[in-house]
């Protein structure tokens, strides 16, 4: 079946200005999972959801981080007021319930 | 907190066994993943271990597992140029409820 989907591929943004990052996670996979792969820090988590559970949200860096996972597939990532130290690579991988974990391509974000 | 920890760089020539290393932080934690970066893509499961194992093979890589020395090795046997990536381990603490954490990645080139 279908892998990982996210969308855009590549995003470039002003500083300040709001982005939105999609993950479409393989079907029937539960649990979904969004990560951070940046120069500096490498890769670092960020938020894991798990079929109707609350999420787990302690690696987001700050406020302005959030997401959301409707219907318990697709999954938004939401970055408000950009600023240059977001820009990295956004990862998103998805598994069976306590499951190998499964990423998709990445989305490029480039704040400027 | 600790690292997991892996040397950045390996330079095999093609047909060479390679040996990529990792130590990691828990020797509670109960699976052990090896992940490949290709530039420009997510990451691809190559294989993990479950922590009661000292080894696995998996057609041409060979996982090992040392819990008392918390050191984990992903061989590579006959190596070949489209074998060049990022290698990363990565692991699950006990308390870490599925969220992986990475090692820094050996980047390994093959040449013919």
């Known amino acids: 079946g279908a892998g990982v989907s996210q969308s855009p591929s590549n995003k470039v943004t002003e500083k300040g200005k709001d982005v939105e990052l999609r993950c479409d996670p393989i079907s029937g996979h539960t649990a979904l999972y969004w990560y951070r792969q940046s120069l500096g820090q490498g890769l670092e988590f960020l938020i894991y959801?798990?079929?109707?559970?609350?999420?787990?949200k302690s690696g987001l860096p700050s406020d302005r981080f959030s997401a959301e996972r409707t219907g318990g597939s697709v999954s938004t990532l939401t970055i408000q007021r950009t600023q240059q130290e977001d820009s990295a690579v956004y990862l998103c991988?998805?598994?069976?319930?306590?499951?190998?974990?499964?990423f998709g391509p990445g989305t490029r974000l480039t704040v400027t | 907190g600790e690292d997991v920890e892996q040397s950045l760089f390996l330079s095999v020539r093609e047909g060479d066994s390679s040996v990529i290393n990792c130590t990691y932080t828990d020797s509670s934690s109960t699976y052990l993943y090896w992940y490949k970066q290709e530039p420009g893509a997510g990451l691809q499961l190559l294989t993990y271990?479950?922590?009661?194992?000292d080894m696995k093979q998996d057609q041409r890589l060979t996982v090992l597992l040392n819990k008392k020395d918390k050191h984990l090795s992903l061989r590579i046997a006959d190596t070949q140029t489209g074998d060049s990536a990022i290698y990363f381990c990565a692991e699950i603490p006990p308390a870490g409820f599925q969220k992986l954490v990475f090692g820094t990645g050996t980047r390994l080139l093959v040449s013919p």
């Open positions: 959801f798990q079929g109707n559970s609350a999420p787990d």
């Open positions: 271990i479950f922590s009661n194992m």
């Open positions: 991988a998805s598994s069976s319930y306590f499951s190998e974990q499964y």
